[in-house]
C-alpha cells in the first residue's frame, strides 16, 4: 500500500510544490529525438522529456509507431542516464486519444502529454494541435477521455498555446485542462498566429498560473540562464522547459543549476556521440544531416537581450564557432572529420593552429 503512494506521488506529482525546481527537455518533431535525447539528458540537468508528437486520427496505432518515436520503451521508458520520457500523443477524438495513450502506457511509458500547441496549418486543417484551443471545452473532453482511460498511478499531462488568434481564453484554456484531469500545464507563451516570433508573453503564464491550482511548467524564449531567471519570475513558476535554447547551448539546463557551460571538448564529444548513435539508427545521410541541423541551433546567436553570463564570447568559443561553420559546409558530414577534429582538439591551442592552417579534414 505505501508502495502504491510512493509511485502515485513519484509519477503524477512530478511538478508537485514540494518538489524541486523540474527542468523538462521540449519535444520538438524532426529534431528532438531518441539520440538527442540521450546525449543531453547525459550532460545532467534535465528531469523530464517527451517525444514528439505521436499523431492520433482514428485508429489505434500498431505497437511499432510508438517503439519508433520512444525507443526508450524498451529502457523502462527512459533515456541512458535514467530520465524518465513521456509519450506526446496529438489529435481531437477523446475516445481515441484515450485508446492510444493506453497502449502507450501498456508498452511502459512513463506518462501521456497532449498537445495543444502544434501550429502547422495541416495538423490544425485536420482538427489537431493549437486548433482545439479555440474552443476549451474540447481540450478538456480530450484530456477526460485520456485519463480516464488509464490507471491512476500514471500521469496525463496538457502543453498549450495561448490561444489560437488572440489570448482572449487563456485563462479557461488552463482551467479546461485542469478540468479534465491534467496533473499539470505546460504553457508556451505565443498564441498560434505568433508561432515562434519573439518576445514570449510570459506574463500571461503567470495569469493562467493564477486561474489553476494544478503546477504549471513555462516554456518559451530562453536561451541563456538570465532568461530563464526572468521567465521564472515574470510567470511565478519554478518548473520551466526549454527547447530551442538547450539545442543551442547545450549545457544551458546544468548551467541554470549552478553547472559549468560546455567546454570546446565537450561540445565536439556530444557532437561526436549523437552523430554516432545517428549514424548506428539511420545511416550516414541521416547522421550528417542531423548533426548540421545541430549545428545551426548552435551557431545561433543568443537572442536574448541580457545574457550576463555570456558576455563576451571567449576565444574558445570563437574557434569552436569557426570549426562548426567549417563542418556544417561539408557533404556530407562523414566519421571520419570527426574523428580528425577529436585528435587534434583535445587541446585548445592545437585547435587554434588546426584552424589557422586549415587542416579540418576535408574543408579548407
Ligand atoms: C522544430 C520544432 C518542432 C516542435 N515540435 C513540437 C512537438 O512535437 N510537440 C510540442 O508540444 N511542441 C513542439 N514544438 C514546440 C516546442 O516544444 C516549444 O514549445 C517551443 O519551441 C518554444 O520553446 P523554446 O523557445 O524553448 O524553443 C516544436 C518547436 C520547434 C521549433
Not at 195 to 217: F, T
Not at 273 to 280: H, I
Not at 337 to 360: H, I
Request: charged share 25%; with cysteine.
Amino acid at each position: 500500500m505505501t508502495e502504491f503512494h510512493t509511485d502515485v506521488f513519484e509519477r503524477r506529482n512530478f511538478f508537485s510544490h514540494e518538489a524541486p525546481p523540474r527542468t523538462v527537455l521540449a519535444p520538438m518533431e524532426g529534431v528532438v529525438d531518441a539520440m538527442t535525447r540521450s546525449v543531453l539528458t547525459a550532460l545532467g540537468g534535465i528531469d523530464l522529456c517527451l517525444t514528439e508528437f505521436i499523431r492520433v486520427t482514428t485508429q489505434l496505432l500498431p505497437e511499432h509507431v510508438f517503439y519508433k518515436y520512444a525507443p526508450e520503451l524498451q529502457n523502462d521508458s527512459r533515456t541512458n542516464c535514467g530520465t524518465p520520457l513521456l509519450v506526446q500523443l496529438l489529435g481531437s477524438d477523446p475516445a481515441c486519444l484515450g485508446d492510444n495513450a493506453a497502449r502507450a502506457i501498456s508498452l511502459g511509458a512513463y506518462g501521456i502529454d497532449l498537445n495543444f500547441g502544434c501550429p502547422a496549418k495541416t495538423v490544425n486543417r485536420h482538427d489537431g494541435g493549437a486548433s482545439l484551443l479555440k474552443d476549451p471545452e474540447r481540450v478538456a473532453r480530450a484530456v477526460a477521455g485520456v485519463r480516464s482511460a488509464l490507471p491512476s498511478t500514471v500521469s496525463v499531462s496538457a502543453k498549450v498555446r495561448l490561444g489560437f488568434h488572440d489570448k482572449s481564453l487563456h485563462r479557461e484554456i488552463a482551467q479546461a485542462a485542469e478540468s479534465g484531469g491534467a496533473d499539470w500545464l505546460t504553457v508556451h507563451a505565443r498564441t498560434r498566429d505568433e508561432g515562434y516570433q519573439p518576445p514570449a508573453h510570459w506574463e500571461y503564464i503567470a495569469s493562467m498560473r493564477q486561474a489553476v491550482r494544478i503546477p504549471v511548467i513555462a516554456n518559451g524564449e530562453c536561451w541563456a540562464p538570465d532568461d530563464v531567471r526572468r521567465m521564472r519570475e515574470v510567470s511565478g513558476c519554478r518548473h520551466v522547459m526549454l527547447g530551442r535554447g538547450l539545442l543551442a547551448r547545450p549545457s544551458l539546463a546544468r548551467e541554470i543549476r549552478g553547472g559549468h557551460e560546455l567546454t570546446w571538448p565537450e561540445s565536439l564529444q556530444l557532437l561526436r556521440d549523437f552523430y554516432l548513435q545517428s549514424l548506428a539508427a539511420r545511416g550516414e545521410s541521416f547522421a550528417s544531416a542531423r548533426l548540421k541541423q545541430w549545428l545551426r541551433f548552435m551557431s545561433r546567436e543568443s537572442s536574448s537581450t541580457t545574457d550576463t553570463t555570456r558576455s563576451s564570447v571567449s576565444g574558445t568559443q570563437q574557434l569552436a564557432r569557426e570549426v562548426f561553420d567549417r563542418l556544417k559546409k561539408l557533404e556530407p558530414i562523414r566519421l571520419g572529420d570527426l574523428e580528425c577534429l577529436s585528435t587534434r582538439v583535445n587541446d585548445v591551442d592545437e585547435l587554434g593552429k588546426s584552424l589557422q592552417a586549415n587542416v579540418v579534414h576535408g574543408v579548407t
